[in-house]
C-alpha cells in the first residue's frame, strides 16, 4: 500500500456513514439505479450481495484491497480496505455524498450524522487484552487498578471521545477492539482475530443543505489525517506494534 496510514498495521480502511432518521427506499430499482451510478464510476464494485438487514455493492477482493458500499435501514456506508492512497478512499466517499442523497431522496433535514473512520487493524494471536494495557496502560496511575499476580485481565479496551476545536458538533473518537473472549484466556487457545484502533470523526447535524456535504467532508478528513499523524499512529498504532512483536 503506498500510503503510510498501513505501514504499522495488518489492513488499513477508510469508512464512511451517513446516519439518516428516515427510513431508507428499499424499491429495486431506487437501489439499482444508485448502485449502477457507483459502478459506473468504480468499474470494480461489480458485486451484488445482500446480508441480514443490508444490501451491499463490493468489489473482489484482490491483494487484500476491496471497496464497498451498504445500505441499511437508517444509513449508508462505503468502505475501502488497502486503498492505494487516501485519495482513491476519498473517491468513493465523495461519489457516495454526492449521489446517494438524490437516488434516495434524502434531504439534508434528514441527516443526523457524516462520519469519516480511519482503521487500523493489527493481527496477534495472543491475549490481545493484555498487549493493549502492556503497550499503552502499564505505566500509567490505572496500572494500581490490576495486581498481575492474581489478576487476569478480562477486557481492556479503551475509548476516547472529545469535541474538536470545542465544537461539540465535531466530535472525535478513539476506541480500540481486543476480540479476546474470557474462554479464550482461560483456554490459552487465541485465534489470529486483530485488534483493531478506531478512529472516527462525525459532524453531527442539523445540516443547512445537501451542498454543504462536500465541505463538511473535507472538514473530516482533515481532521482526521491530523489527529492520526500526530497522536494516534505515534501514540497508539506504533506502541501497540512493537507490544505485538514481543508478545
Known amino acids: ?16 456513514k451517513i446516519d439518516v432518521t428516515m427510513d431508507l427506499p428499499t424499491t429495486r430499482e431506487t437501489i439499482l439505479d444508485l448502485f449502477d451510478r457507483v459502478k459506473k464510476v468504480v468499474p470494480v464494485m461489480d458485486r451484488l450481495r445482500r446480508f441480514d438487514g443490508e444490501i451491499a455493492l463490493e468489489s473482489t477482493e484482490t ?11 437508517t444509513s449508508v456506508r462505503s468502505g475501502w480496505v488497502n486503498p492505494e492512497t487516501l485519495e482513491q478512499a476519498y473517491a468513493l466517499h465523495q461519489l457516495v455524498l454526492e449521489t446517494a442523497p438524490w437516488f434516495l431522496s434524502i434531504n439534508a433535514i434528514d441527516v443526523e450524522a457524516i462520519e469519516l ?9 495472543a491475549n ?7 503497550a499503552l496502560l502499564a505505566d500509567s496511575p ?9 489478576e487476569t485481565l478480562l477486557d481492556v479496551q479503551p475509548f476516547l471521545g472529545l469535541a474538536v476545536d470545542n465544537d461539540p458538533t465535531l466530535q472525535a473518537s478513539l476506541e480500540i477492539k481486543t476480540r479476546t473472549s474470557p474462554k479464550s484466556i482461560t483456554n490459552h487457545a487465541f485465534d489470529d482475530e486483530p485488534l483493531s484502533v478506531y478512529l472516527t470523526v ?9 451542498d454543504t456535504f462536500p465541505a463538511i467532508f473535507g472538514t473530516l478528513a482533515g481532521h482526521a489525517e491530523r489527529l492520526a ?13 512493537e507490544q505485538i512483536i514481543r508478545s
Not at 490481545?128 to 502492556?134: A, L, T
Not at 462525525?202 to 445537501?210: D, H, L, N, T, V
Open 128 to 134: 490481545r487484552n493484555q498487549i493493549v494495557y502492556d
Open 142 to 150: 490505572l496500572a494500581n487498578l490490576v495486581e498481575p499476580n492474581d
Open 229 to 241: 499523524e500526530q497522536r494516534v499512529i505515534p501514540g497508539v498504532v506504533v506502541p501497540l506494534h
Open 117 to 125: 473512520i480511519f482503521g487500523f487493524d493489527l493481527h496477534a494471536r
Open 1 to 16: 500500500m503506498s500510503s503510510s496510514f498501513g505501514a504499522m498495521c495488518t489492513d488499513f480502511y477508510v469508512n464512511q
Open 202 to 210: 462525525r459532524k453531527q447535524g442539523p445540516f443547512k443543505a445537501i
Open 63 to 73: 491483494e487484500g484491497r476491496y471497496s464497498w458500499l451498504a445500505l441499511r435501514q
